[in-house]
């Protein structure tokens, strides 16, 4: 079971990056999918959340500027970033997420930084 992230790295103010979420062992499509981010110091926090039947729900500082999918065909999910301000930098981790009768699994990715500065 894995998630492997992508796509990260330095932008700057007002720039896009797509990260990528690729997951292998496990059947991606009955899960749910995530973004979270954390700064070091800060709480991790829940960035986008993409149900199994694409509902879609975003951290209200987000709401506008990202936009997550998933591309259950290739194992994937992404998260197009517009309009990136400093305050996104952070890592951001990939999450997969079903609940079970009587428990729950979660799955996590490595993180992949992402940095905006001019």
């Known amino acids: 079971v894995q998630l492997v992230e992508s796509g990260g790295g330095l932008v700057q103010p007002g720039g896009s990056l797509r990260l990528s979420c690729a997951a292998s062992g496990f059947t991606f499509s009955t899960y749910a999918a995530s973004w979270y981010r954390q700064d070091p110091g800060k709480q991790r926090e829940l960035v986008a959340r993409?149900?199994?039947?694409?509902?879609?729900d975003y951290l209200a500082t987000v709401k506008g500027r990202f936009t997550i999918s998933r591309d259950n065909a290739e194992n994937s999910a992404y998260l197009q970033m517009n309009g990136l301000k400093p305050e996104d930098t952070a890592v951001y981790y990939c999450?997969?997420?079903?609940?079970?009768?009587?428990?729950?699994?979660?799955?996590w990715g490595q993180g992949t930084l992402v940095t905006v500065s001019s």
């Open positions: 999450n997969a997420e079903r609940v079970f009768p009587g428990r729950r699994v979660n799955c």
């Open positions: 993409i149900t199994r039947d694409g509902t879609t």
